[in-house]
């Protein structure tokens, strides 16, 4: 269907031209309107650096605000499309709720009505073109200029000129073709022209994806003469109807939460539709009064018809609202959440690709997914459970009594659960910086890429340790056994600690502890070969065993590195305050042995954890 979808348009509009040329002012006017829709919005997205989003995530902690949000954001930016798409867009993302995202969404359904107002109130009694023209021309020396809020501000102010500039092709083009042909001779009375004329409004919309659009169409064909008050009634309403395609398109690649706003905005803009349809008299009687009350003349229909497109909005959210517990009930008993599928992303969708800081949260999320299915697969590797350790008084005890080997085949654990999550965070990470994001923003997701190599390299260390761990610890061997048992606590209690420090209050965390834990393994993979050596003139252990442990060890050191590092990226440099205090007191490279081997210098976590080898040493 969608192959043919464009030619037959195309082909549409040339016959129409054809046969009436005058309806290319027309097509032409609606062609830039849309185009300076588009433009509005990309200059929004430059100017704002964020802030819409900012504001969004902040605002939707209750219905109220989210209501107020959205008719002010829908009113600022007169597109109630872009509202519908970010709140898709950060729902899927987790960063607010359902209730608010559908809050959201009632109040972008009374914010659209102020475009209603703008047309029949400014954009028909004034010839906005003359503030057109000088509004394009100096939108051009913006948007050439570098600083990213200067072409914000030039993108807008375009986008504003062609939004005039497209009314009032479409208002010259309806008065010339009122000379030519009487569309009012195809007006429909009654309850048949509800009908047909409310479809008209739907599809119309649907085509143009836009509602705006299609009230501007609605009021400027109205102004002229070419459809009937009446008529220009249903098609507002099917305009409303024809609205949530966008939200529909938005949610095909959004996660099951997207889908549950696009079916909530579906079932409020058909609910208030109906509720219109049928008391369409009451409701004409009450914009009748309200013109006259606000000196609206009673010729006037354009205006009329603004205020019928504000009472009947309201009038659906009024009626809607203390509904809204039962709403959220009846969508989420239809989309019901998924049984999440560990070896697939559980955040990253087109629906948050589109802003960066949807992208950013979605990516955090993500990236932590990744982490507990790799600390997962590690302590398999181990022959451990994560369970068993987080929940462990003594990591170094639990370690001793795991000797059953994990029933696992950790190279296709590792395919199917860490390396698709690991492809698709590369993915996403590559596609913002392919993008203008700001500099800050594409560092902290580069930074996230990393934290997700890190816990993936980590894994594929444990991969090299398995056949020995197999090999050494599933039964006691004497100090071969004890040895490796001290690699498998040293791994357990760093996902111990990680796991601690996720658990934590962002204002708690300290990466004091990590610094000392990375100085410890500096420590310990230098002492490594001198201890295995004690060990070897000892008798305790043979050359092919130390040969053994010494490249294990290797490895096991390389993992601890990846997971220490990855939660100082992921938990603590995040946040710039803490990261300044932490680079004060964090470590570099040449200073973490020198550190570990200060007398009085703090000791390893917690009593109980033995360290690698150590017990081995001489008193």
Do not use: C
């Given at each position: 269907?969608?192959?043919?979808?464009?030619?037959?348009?195309?082909?549409?509009?040339?016959?129409?031209?054809?046969?009436?040329?005058?309806?290319?002012?027309?097509?032409?006017?609606?062609?830039?309107?849309?185009?300076?829709?588009?433009?509005?919005?990309?200059?929004?997205?430059?100017?704002?650096?964020?802030?819409?989003?900012?504001?969004?995530?902040?605002?939707?902690?209750?219905?109220?605000?989210?209501l107020v949000f959205g008719i002010v954001s829908t009113t600022l930016l007169q597109s109630s499309s872009l509202v519908s798409v970010i709140t898709i867009s950060f729902l899927s993302a987790g960063l607010i709720s359902l209730v608010g995202g559908i809050g959201v969404i009632f109040g972008a359904n009374i914010?659209?009505?102020?475009?209603?107002?703008?047309?029949?109130?400014?954009?028909?009694?004034?010839?906005i073109a003359a503030f057109a023209m000088p509004m394009i021309a100096l939108s051009i020396i913006l948007v050439f200029q570098k600083s990213k809020a200067l072409r914000g501000i030039g993108y807008a102010l375009a986008g504003l000129g062609f939004l005039f500039l497209g009314i009032?092709?479409?208002?010259?083009?309806?008065?010339?073709?009122?000379?030519?042909?009487?569309?009012?001779?195809?007006?429909?009375?009654?309850?048949?022209?509800?009908?047909?004329?409310?479809?008209?409004?739907?599809?119309?919309?649907?085509?143009?994806?836009?509602?705006?659009?299609?009230?501007?169409?609605v009021i400027t064909a109205l102004a002229a003469g070419q459809v009937t008050y009446d008529n220009a009634l249903a098609l507002a309403?099917?305009?409303?109807?024809?609205?949530?395609?966008?939200?529909?398109?938005?949610?095909?690649?959004?996660?099951?939460?997207?889908?549950?706003?696009?079916?909530?905005?579906?079932?409020?803009?058909?609910?208030?539709?109906?509720?219109?349809?049928?008391?369409?008299?009451?409701?004409?009687?009450?914009?009748?009064?309200?013109?006259?009350s606000v000196g609206i003349p009673a010729g006037d229909f354009a205006l009329k018809l603004a205020v019928f497109h504000t009472i009947f909005n309201v009038l659906?959210?009024?009626?809607?609202?203390?509904?809204?517990?039962?709403?959220?009930?009846?969508?989420?008993?239809?989309?019901?959440?998924?049984?999440?599928?560990?070896?697939?992303?559980?955040?990253?969708?087109?629906?948050?690709?589109?802003?960066?800081?949807?992208?950013?949260?979605?990516?955090?999320?993500?990236?932590?997914?990744?982490?507990e299915n790799a600390s997962e697969l590690i302590l398999h590797g181990l022959n451990l459970h994560r369970h068993e350790v987080c929940a462990s008084d003594s990591i170094a005890d639990t370690v001793r009594q795991s000797r059953r080997a994990t029933d696992i085949d950790i190279e296709e654990r590792y395919e199917h659960r860490v390396k698709t999550l690991y492809a698709a965070i590369v993915d996403?990470?590559?596609?913002?910086?392919?993008?203008?994001?700001?500099?800050?923003?594409?560092?902290?997701?580069?930074?996230?890429?990393?934290?997700?190599?890190?816990?993936?390299?980590?894994?594929?260390?444990?991969?090299?340790?398995?056949?020995?761990?197999?090999?050494?610890?599933?039964?006691?061997?004497?100090?071969v056994t004890e040895i490796y048992d001290g690699l498998r606590t040293e791994i357990a209690r760093i996902v111990f600690q990680i796991?601690?420090?996720?658990?934590?209050?962002?204002?708690?965390?300290?990466?004091?502890?990590?610094?000392?834990?990375?100085?410890?393994?500096?420590?310990?993979?230098?002492?490594?070969?001198?201890?295995?050596?004690k060990l070897i003139r000892a008798g305790e252990l043979n050359t092919t065993a130390a040969t053994s442990f010494l490249n294990d060890a290797g490895y096991a050191y390389g993992a601890m590195r990846a997971l220490i590092d990855a939660a100082r990226t992921y938990f603590v440099e995040r946040d710039s305050a803490m990261a300044e205090v932490e680079r004060l007191l964090s470590l570099d490279e040449e200073e973490l042995s020198a550190v570990a081997s200060v007398p009085g210098a703090p000791a390893r976590s917690t009593a109980g954890h033995a360290t690698p080898v150590a017990a081995f040493e001489d008193d």
């Open positions: 269907m969608k192959k043919f979808y464009l030619p037959v348009a195309i082909g549409a509009l040339i016959l129409a031209f054809w046969l009436k040329p005058e309806v290319q002012e027309i097509a032409a006017g609606v062609a830039i309107f849309l185009f300076g829709m588009l433009m509005l919005e990309d200059g929004f997205k430059l100017f704002g650096g964020g802030l819409l989003e900012s504001v969004l995530q902040r605002a939707t902690g209750s219905v109220p605000r989210s914010g659209t009505t102020t475009g209603a107002w703008l047309v029949a109130g400014f954009g028909l009694k004034v010839n009032h092709h479409m208002k010259v083009g309806f008065e010339d073709f009122r000379d030519q042909i009487d569309l009012t001779r195809f007006a429909l009375a009654g309850v048949l022209g509800l009908f047909v004329y409310t479809a008209f409004g739907t599809i119309a919309t649907v085509i143009m994806q836009s509602s705006h659009a299609t009230m501007v169409l309403i099917g305009a409303n109807i024809g609205t949530t395609i966008t939200a529909i398109l938005g949610s095909l690649s959004a996660n099951y939460q997207g889908k549950r706003l696009a079916l909530a905005h579906l079932i409020f803009n058909m609910i208030t539709a109906a509720v219109a349809l049928i008391f369409i008299a009451p409701i004409r009687e009450v914009v009748d009064w309200t013109s006259a659906g959210v009024a009626l809607m609202l203390p509904l809204l517990r039962y709403l959220v009930r009846f969508i989420e008993r239809r989309i019901t959440e998924p049984v999440p599928d560990v070896s697939r992303p559980h955040f990253l969708n087109e629906a948050v690709d589109e802003f960066p800081q949807t992208l950013e949260s979605a990516l955090r999320k993500e990236v932590f997914h990744l982490y996403y990470a590559s596609r913002a910086g392919s993008r203008r994001y700001d500099p800050e923003i594409t560092d902290r997701i580069y930074s996230l890429r990393d934290v997700a190599s890190n816990a993936v390299q980590a894994v594929k260390s444990v991969k090299h340790l398995r056949k020995n761990i197999l090999r050494y610890t599933t039964r006691p061997q004497g100090t796991n601690k420090l996720s658990e934590t209050g962002a204002d708690d965390r300290s990466a004091l502890w990590l610094e000392q834990e990375r100085a410890q393994i500096e420590e310990d993979a230098k002492s490594t070969t001198h201890r295995i050596d």
